[in-house]
């Protein structure tokens, strides 16, 4: 089952000078050479280091990531001789990388700036070790250029599972998310949600990044509120991974809905795969109550207790117990 109502966003692009800017203070960054080259983007969230083309292996070389050089790549380089160092340094700028970048505070050798400076290839020092800059821009990079789309609903955290309200706009969704907030849940996102897929994981948040404009909830009749003016810090969270979707959805007479709880289905987002709910509307349905116990239900099957098998099974088990009991009876001729 497919998700309604969802865009797709393009894929995001990060500027060399976004990621400098960004993470400047967290792992102290400046720049060294090819200032011409800030404007360049970065599509891969990978980092690499180049130790084997600079020692002339040049096959699968993965010519989009940021090329990082730590002790061992300086040093390596330190012992060729002069021309060597400039054809090692040559080659790799040759693939055009999106940017390089220096570890541990090393000082850059002058090959390698002016080889960035011709190349308008932005080349970058950190004071940081190695391991560091790697896992600051592996986790910043994985961040910004994440999959993502645009889902029309609410995301509330639910005794810490991450629900995603859905259904048709005017329904009940909002009402439904304020319910929740009352009885101590907290708020994600009202109306418009951003999905990223971070590996196999969907994480949700609010498309507005301005504090003002976040946490709003509009209430037809009411109007827009302020979720964290309202109900405090508590009532509300910047993210939160996305792990069960309840569409509501107005009653049709006639139509078959789940009774027991053994047809379970499932809905795709970004490829992930979570579970799906639909919840009929009628007058005097408590929706906030049964968001609470769906929210349960997740926990418990994820703890490995599934009530709906258990009720089967004991269920076929007394009649099949009332089956045998039956069977004798009729074999008893007297």
């Not at 109502?5 to 967290?26: A, G």
């Not at 792992?27 to 060294?32: K, T, V």
């Not at 639910?158 to 909002?174: A, C, D, M, Q, R």
């Amino acid at each position: 089952m497919k998700v309604g109502q969802q865009i797709i966003m393009p894929t995001n692009k990060v500027l060399v000078q976004d990621l400098l800017s960004d993470l400047k203070d967290y792992i102290d960054i400046d720049l060294i050479a090819g200032k011409q080259g800030l404007s360049r983007s970065i599509t891969d969230r990978c980092v690499n280091r180049p130790g084997y083309i600079l020692a002339g292996y040049t096959k699968n070389f993965p010519a989009e990531s940021i090329q990082l050089l730590g002790r061992r790549d300086i040093g390596f380089l330190s012992t060729f001789s002069k021309k060597e160092r400039e054809e090692a340094i040559s080659r790799l700028l040759s693939f055009h990388p999106p940017a390089m970048i220096i570890s541990c505070g090393l000082k850059p050798l002058p090959e390698l700036i002016k080889g960035c400076e011709e190349s308008g290839i932005s080349l970058l020092r950190s004071r940081a070790p190695s391991w560091k800059v790697n896992e600051a821009f592996q986790v910043y990079l994985e961040e910004q250029l994440a999959e993502s789309l645009v889902l029309h609903g609410d995301l509330v955290d639910v005794f810490g599972v991450g629900l995603l309200i859905t259904g048709e706009s005017g329904i009940g969704k909002s009402e439904a998310a304020l319910d929740l907030v009352k009885r101590g849940h907290r708020l994600v996102a009202d109306d418009v949600i951003v999905v990223k897929r971070k590996k196999d994981m969907l994480m949700g948040e609010e498309l507005e990044k301005e504090d003002i404009l976040r946490h709003n909830i509009e209430i037809r009749g009411v109007g827009i509120l302020n979720v964290a003016v309202l109900f405090g810090i508590k009532g509300i969270r910047m993210h939160k991974r996305v792990e069960v979707q309840m569409e509501l959805v107005k009653w049709e007479e006639g139509k078959d809905y789940t009774r027991v709880g053994l047809e379970t289905k499932d809905t795709e987002i970004l490829g992930v795969l979570i579970p799906f709910v639909e919840i009929p509307l009628i007058p005097g349905k408590n929706i906030a109550s049964i968001a609470e116990v769906v929210a349960m239900n997740h926990l418990s099957k994820i703890s490995g207790y599934d009530f709906a098998l258990i009720y089967e099974n004991e269920l076929l088990k007394k009649l099949q117990k009332k089956a045998r009991k039956y069977t004798k009876l009729e074999e008893d001729e007297e």
